[in-house]
């Protein structure tokens, strides 16, 4: 998957107001060798399929924006899903949620508020 930097996601209604912020991180374990790229590459192909979401993948895991919880919960729910897919008997997902009410949040404006 590739990072959609400051670029709206396709598909992805431009909207004002309430944004959640997560980062995703999912380790399988079980496997025979300590690489995990093509695991972590079915993931983000599956995250790259939501148009509901944007996805901004980092060396230690992906940054989600979503509109609303269910979205967030349908996207990690597939991508978590594809790893499986794959052979893997076990998996670990890790989800950190930033949910503000009282502003507009995006990926961008928090990346901004540390400059």
Do not use: C, W
């Amino acid at each position: 998957m590739t990072g959609y930097g400051a670029r709206e996601k396709k598909g992805m209604k431009k909207r004002r107001g309430k944004m959640i912020i997560a980062e995703l991180s999912i380790i399988p374990l079980g496997t025979k060798t300590t690489a995990v790229g093509k695991y972590v590459k079915a993931a983000l192909k599956e995250l790259e399929k939501q148009s509901s979401i944007r996805a901004e993948p980092e060396a230690m895991g992906t940054i989600i924006e979503a509109e609303n919880m269910r979205d967030l919960f349908k996207a990690v729910e597939k991508a978590h899903n594809s790893v499986f897919d794959l052979g893997v008997t076990r998996v670990v997902t890790e989800i950190r949620i930033d949910e503000r009410r009282d502003k507009e949040a995006t990926i961008e404006s928090k990346t901004k508020a540390l400059k």
